[in-house]
């Protein structure tokens, strides 16, 4: 099933502005996760924010969480060209052993130079 | 290197044909998982194995089989009962004491002629 849902599901800006995703899910967790695919590749992970944190910062990332709203929010700030790529999350529901992720439909970012 | 391979890179095949998909990771991870991902979606969990000579369904299992006989490799069955196996298919593992991130291979796309 597929917990996550991402807003927009597609996105187009120009180099140097920034960009914000959004991500909603539905049960409780115990942290969530963002990744990024560029196209035909695997996914990478880029941040993990846990469910008692509300902020967190990586480099041009920054990720919110507001666990009262099932929702979460990545900002890439100064975007390049080499940001084009999908960007998903992933939710760690909190079920004891559970051990897997839900993954979002993702959304498609493209920087335009 | 330490990672995850994925192989082959591309495979075709015909109708009512079986075929196995190669995952090996040199990470040392207990947790492995496949993923079937389609144009534009986002990732859904076909199995996961937690321990060798153990492994679990996952949100879309039919038509798939798995063995996990070593640590380091957890090949994926597309067998000829599953209706739709043209995808793209991912492989990841995890330590299982961490907080679940994932470590993803490069995929291999199945194509069914």
């Known amino acids: 099933s597929q917990q996550g849902e991402e807003d927009p599901q597609a996105l187009s800006i120009q180099e140097g502005e920034n960009a914000t995703m959004n991500c909603s899910y539905k049960t409780s967790i115990n942290n969530l996760q963002w990744y990024r695919q560029n196209s035909g590749r695997g996914l990478v992970h880029l941040i993990l924010?846990?469910?008692?944190?509300r902020e967190k910062h990586s480099g041009r990332l920054r990720v919110t969480l507001d666990t009262s709203k099932k929702s979460s929010s990545l900002l890439i700030t100064a975007s390049r060209a080499a940001d084009t790529a999908s960007y998903f999350c992933?939710?760690?529901?909190?079920?004891?052993?559970?051990?897997?992720?839900?993954f979002g439909q993702g959304t498609r970012l493209t920087i335009n130079p | 290197d330490g990672g995850i391979t994925q192989s082959p890179k591309y495979l075709f095949r015909k109708e009512g044909q079986n075929v196995t998909l190669s995952c090996e990771q040199n990470l040392n991870h207990d947790a492995m998982y496949w993923y079937r991902q389609d144009p534009g979606q986002g990732l859904r969990l076909i199995y996961y194995s937690q321990i060798v000579n153990d492994f679990q369904k996952g949100d879309i299992a039919e038509g798939y089989s798995v063995s996990r006989e070593k640590k380091e490799s957890f090949p994926l069955t597309v067998t000829s009962a599953q209706k739709n196996p043209t995808a793209f298919y991912l492989c990841a593992s995890k330590r299982t004491d961490s907080y679940n991130e994932q470590f993803f291979g490069p995929g291999t796309r199945l194509t069914v002629l």
């Open positions: 992933a939710t760690d529901p909190l079920i004891q052993g559970a051990q897997k992720l839900v």
């Open positions: 924010i846990r469910s008692n944190e």
